[in-house]
């Protein structure tokens, strides 16, 4: 019930999370081609060495190119997110100390906004990616004061620089963050929808045999009451006695199936013994062993051989029901003289033996294998 | 010497029908009740136990007890299944009977238990007969047939003239089993003497057991 809801659910959060590394990693390679290449181009003359630049870029550019190879195979970084993570930052570090302090926070500085976005892209954990911003903020301020870039003019420059690009890369994050949630939420009310159809549904299979046990009921007791209400049937008429113990027999059947399993042979075999003790016989009923459900002809079979004794009955009967390897059997020992058998089933033999005023009944089912 | 018994029942009803029972029989009854104590300490010839004292699990404990203290245990319980009547035969209760089967068995039952012979009524037979258990005893199919005949009918007479065999072939045929199931699981004196006497009596040999 749960299973296929439950797919839902994972299945939204999983593409919401695969939208947002795709839509991130996009943003990074534009940058990195976009921005930050022609922004090198034009400003390499600033780095010394002047390969230094380039080199860092390089890096960066092979970090982005294995998170979409990564993203592509469904792939996650795992743990080695912290590692590659630092190393994206020493990047930074290196390419910014190589900076000439004139160019620090200018053009040429094209970490300076790029760094970010790989936090976005290799730290999904809220906490590890504003640890992440600040780090390199904070590097970076200090680069400036080591290189005593400390005028007012360059610190508000930087801070607005700062400021721009950090939030923008926080509210990719917080965004993420929230569809996620969404997803989530989106994700159980469909769970719960699916578990309350299901609900249903089953209400409805259940409501439904009931109807139909009671449409049965109500076609074989209603008209005798009716009948003994008008005065139509009256009780004393043994018919009438025979219909209400049948009536009565199928009422308690129906009860016992709500409450038990018991098998279909053993139920109907219940009802013919109910109408038998109806009459006054005294039955004595056991039941043995494990039992296969015989198909409906050789339960019909053993059914009417065990009726036609137990109907022959005037005092007493014993009824046995034993499942043997290979065979089910049905035996009633009656003190009346009960008609011939004969079993239409290829498969079931009625068998019957008569001593001393008794006359011992047996059926038995032994499918062929 | 007369045959005398001790009943443990908590139903004074029971207590006093299976007294009347024994009385008509010649059985005298030295102690009866709910409580087991006598069933150990009155000196007497046989014990006839209800399994079921109060409510809760039937009283398995008590009969292991009494087997270990050698007592003939003859099980009279309301418990019409085959998995209690077997596990009383298993710790050692000379027979099993069902409540229902009383009236008929249940003197008869008392008379072989004192003599170690073997006694199974109809519905114990049964429980034998379609025993579903893996280890069951091996029984062969002639017994395992005329078994479940004498559970279904009810009538010694009644199966031998099924299986055109004398009544006491089909005695034999009953008895074997039993000696079968006294020779399996867990060893007990009562199981013992059960099977002693079977041979004494050439209901088996020792080359069949």
Redesign the interface.
């Given at each position: 019930m749960t299973g296929g809801a439950g797919a839902t659910s994972v299945e939204l959060t999983v593409r919401l999370q695969r939208g947002l590394r795709v839509a991130c990693s996009v943003i990074v390679l534009a940058i990195l081609f976009g921005l930050n290449l022609p922004n090198l181009v034009a400003g390499r003359a600033a780095y010394e060495p002047e390969w230094v630049g380039f080199a860092g870029w390089g890096v960066l550019v092979v970090v982005a190119a294995a998170d979409a190879v990564l993203v592509a195979r469904h792939r996650s970084w795992e743990w080695i997110r912290l590692p590659v993570a630092a190393g994206v930052l020493a990047v930074a570090v290196e390419m910014s100390v190589a900076l000439a302090p004139a160019a620090l926070g200018g053009p040429p500085h094209v970490t300076l906004g790029s760094i970010g976005w790989f936090g976005v892209l290799l730290l999904p954990r809220g906490r590890e990616l504003v640890a992440f911003l600040l780090l390199h903020l904070l590097l970076m301020l200090g680069l400036l004061v080591a290189v005593g870039r400390t005028d007012q003019l360059t610190l508000v420059a930087f801070g607005i620089s700062a400021v721009g690009v950090t939030s923008f890369q926080l509210a990719f994050a917080i965004a993420g963050t929230a569809l996620r949630t969404v997803a989530r939420q989106a994700g159980q009310a469909a769970e719960e929808e699916a578990a309350a159809r299901t609900a249903e549904d089953l209400a409805a299979v259940v409501h439904t045999d009931r109807e139909a046990r009671y449409a049965e009921l109500r076609a074989v007791a209603l008209p005798l009451l009716e009948g003994m209400a008008a005065g139509t049937a009256p009780p004393a008429d043994p018919a009438v006695q025979r219909a209400a113990a049948s009536a009565a027999a199928r009422l308690r059947r129906i009860f016992a199936e709500e409450r038990d399993g018991r098998d279909p042979l053993a139920a109907e075999l219940a009802e013919l013994i109910d109408i038998a003790e109806r009459r006054g016989v005294g039955v004595?009923y056991?039941e043995?062993?494990?039992r296969a459900v015989p198909p409906r002809a050789a339960m019909r079979d053993l059914l009417g051989a065990a009726g036609d004794a137990l109907h022959a009955a005037r005092g007493s009967a014993?009824v046995?029901l034993?499942?043997?390897p290979g065979a089910v059997?049905l035996?009633v020992?009656t003190d009346g003289v009960p008609a011939g058998f004969a079993a239409s089933a290829p498969d079931v033999g009625v068998?019957a033996?008569e001593?001393?005023g008794?006359t011992?009944v047996?059926a038995r089912w032994a499918p062929r294998s | 010497m007369g045959t005398s018994i001790v009943i443990v029942d908590d139903h004074p009803a029971i207590v006093d029908g299976v007294g009347a029972w024994c009385a008509r029989a010649g059985i005298t009854v030295v102690a009866a009740g709910a409580d087991p104590a006598p069933a150990f300490d009155v000196p007497a010839d046989a014990v006839v136990f209800d399994l079921q004292l109060g409510p809760g699990e039937p009283a398995f404990d008590v009969l292991e007890e009494l087997v270990d203290a050698g007592r003939r245990v003859v099980v009279y319980s309301q418990h019409?299944d085959?998995e209690t009547a077997l596990r009383c035969l298993e710790l050692g209760a000379a027979t099993y009977l069902t409540k229902?089967e009383g009236h008929e068995h249940l003197i008869p039952a008392i008379r072989a238990c004192v003599e170690d012979r073997p006694y199974t009524p109809?519905?114990l037979g049964?429980?034998m007969?379609?025993?579903?258990r893996p280890d069951r005893p091996a029984l062969s199919e002639r017994e395992?047939e005329v078994l479940?005949?004498w559970?279904?009918?009810?009538?010694k007479?009644?199966v031998a003239?099924?299986f055109h065999l004398s009544v006491k072939t089909v005695d034999t045929y009953i008895a074997r089993v039993r000696i079968k199931y006294a020779d399996a699981g867990r060893p007990a004196t009562t199981k013992a003497a059960l099977v002693a006497r079977a041979l004494q009596d050439g209901l088996v040999d020792l080359a069949r057991l």
């Open positions: 004595q056991s043995r062993g494990e014993r046995t034993a499942g043997v059997v035996g020992v068998s033996v001593a001393g008794t011992w047996e | 019409a085959s229902a109809p519905v049964g429980a007969a379609a025993d579903p395992r479940l005949a559970f279904s009918s009810d009538s007479q009644l003239q099924r």
